[in-house]
């Protein structure tokens, strides 16, 4: 039986791995290679790298520092995850691993834009699409934006963009927003214009992304979409977690998800989706796994 399975080797499963690696504990690290981070053409935001660095740039050196104190990143999806007297079984397909405690860190995945997958990729890479104003908002200062969204959350997305740049135009996914009075008046107050879809096709012409609106073609400099993500805490949920209506794991400050020894860290769990925090929440994970098996069975005693 192993200390801890960590599932998920995005920014938060390997910080764990790197913490976990050093304390002596035996680790096994799951990962079936859909990390955000892996995505992230350059940040810029990630502090210790000047000029930036590219998201799987990044995940490369943490998998090689984790594994420079030997943990091990194994290609696998996990299926289940079950609670049992002294831990847990992790399932892989129909192979049963046991540890003494678990770390999900399996993210979230972004609703995307109707486009097809090259074009979208293409986009990505070269900041025509963006999503995660937080982390390239300045890239867009002073450009022309477009946020692909309505109701509550569109016009957030909206008015955080308006921090950077004048020129916002909140467009609803399909047929007509869902705006009630007090968005549009917050709208309206911060010059952000507004127009229904139907949004689809989207197109790239040279450096420019154009959307098709109700009120025909309009061209950005980049667009953001704001359509919500899916919440990876099935695995979880499903042993017994506790869970927000829309998916994300609720947790104490030690990490701790409402089963005893199933800990999760990183954009699973309600928080600012960054790299920082996904990191600093898997080192109070890591640490806090480590006094409670310590506690269980002293480590190296
Ligand atoms: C385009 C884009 C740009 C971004 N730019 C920035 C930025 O500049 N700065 C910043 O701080 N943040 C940025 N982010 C956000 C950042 O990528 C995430 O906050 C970060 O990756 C979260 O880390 P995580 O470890 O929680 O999840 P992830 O990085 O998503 O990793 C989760 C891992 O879990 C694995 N997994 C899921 N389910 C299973 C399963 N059942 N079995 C095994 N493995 C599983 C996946 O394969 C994945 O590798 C950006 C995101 C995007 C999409």
Redesign the pocket.
């Known amino acids: 039986m192993d200390d801890c399975i960590i599932?998920?080797?995005?920014?938060?499963?390997?910080t764990a791995a790197i913490y976990l690696a050093r304390f002596h504990l035996s680790t096994r690290l799951?990962?079936?290679?859909?990390?955000?981070?892996?995505?992230?053409?350059r940040?810029?935001?990630?502090a210790g790298y000047p000029g930036g660095i590219k998201?799987s740039d990044l995940l490369t050196l943490m998998l090689e520092q984790a594994e420079s104190f030997g943990a091990r990143r194994e290609t696998?999806?996990?299926?289940a995850i079950v609670p049992i007297a002294d831990g847990f079984e992790v399932l892989v397909d129909d192979t049963i691993f046991r540890a003494r405690s678990v770390l999900l860190?399996?993210?979230?995945v972004?609703h995307r834009p109707d486009m097809p997958i090259a074009a979208h990729d293409d986009a990505?890479a070269r900041g025509l699409l963006?999503?995660?104003p937080?982390?390239?908002g300045y890239e867009v200062t002073d450009k022309r934006v477009g946020v692909i969204g309505t109701g509550d959350h569109g016009m957030r997305e909206a008015l955080f963009l308006r921090g950077f740049t004048t020129d916002v135009m909140l467009i609803a996914p399909g047929a007509t927003h869902d705006l009630d009075q007090q968005c549009r008046a917050r709208l309206d107050a911060a010059g952000i214009a507004y127009v229904d879809g139907p949004c689809a096709p989207i197109r790239i012409a040279g450096d420019e992304i154009i959307v098709t609106t109700a009120a025909g073609e309009q061209v950005f400099d980049s667009i953001y979409p704001a359509l919500g993500s899916h919440i990876?805490s099935e695995?979880a949920v499903a042993a017994g977690a506790r869970a927000s209506k829309d998916g994300c794991l609720e947790v104490d400050a030690h990490q701790r998800t409402s089963v005893p020894g199933l800990f999760a860290?990183?954009?699973?769990v309600k928080g600012l989706?960054?790299?920082?925090?996904?990191m600093g929440e898997?080192g109070v994970a890591a640490t806090t796994i480590r006094n409670l098996l310590d506690e269980q069975r002293p480590i190296r005693r």
């Open positions: 599932i998920g080797a995005g920014p938060a499963g390997l799951f990962d079936c290679g859909s990390s955000r981070a892996a995505l992230i053409p940040t810029q935001n990630h998201g696998a999806a996990v299926t860190a399996t993210g979230v972004n990505l963006r999503y995660c937080i982390c390239d990876r695995l860290a990183g954009d699973v989706d960054q790299i920082s925090h996904a898997a």
